[in-house]
């Protein structure tokens, strides 16, 4: 089993900037990715950034040049760093986190975290 809980949400304006975090904890030496998906009123939940531990990653065509994914070196904290942040980025953001030692591969998710953009 692993938990996810994030942290970093909040309101700021179009232009700004807002880093959210992601600690995982259990067993986390069976993830293999983990990851940030979003989900805006009415939309289905969509990848936004997701990242591997051969430090693959991949970004949203939307999000590319303005948001950065990382972890911590223990890979025990995923980090989204959103900059230049736009009204279309609103939405839910849910950490996710992959168990790929199981098969089939289980899913993780936390509980979600509300990133508000105004214009």
């Known amino acids: 089993q692993v938990q996810l809980v994030e942290s970093g949400g909040g309101l700021v304006q179009a232009g700004g900037s807002l880093r959210l975090s992601c600690v995982a904890s259990g067993s986390i030496w069976r993830i293999n990715t983990m990851g940030w998906y979003r989900q805006a009123p009415g939309n289905q939940r969509e990848l936004v950034a997701e990242i591997t531990r051969g430090d693959d990653v991949t970004y949203a065509d939307s999000v590319k040049g303005r948001f950065t994914i990382s972890t911590d070196s223990a890979w025990n904290t995923v980090y989204l760093q959103m900059n230049s942040l736009k009204p279309e980025d609103a939405a839910v953001y849910y950490c996710?986190?992959?168990?790929?030692?199981?098969?089939?591969?289980?899913?993780?998710w936390g509980q979600g975290t509300q990133v508000t953009v105004s214009s």
């Open positions: 996710n986190a992959v168990d790929s030692l199981t098969r089939p591969s289980r899913n993780y």
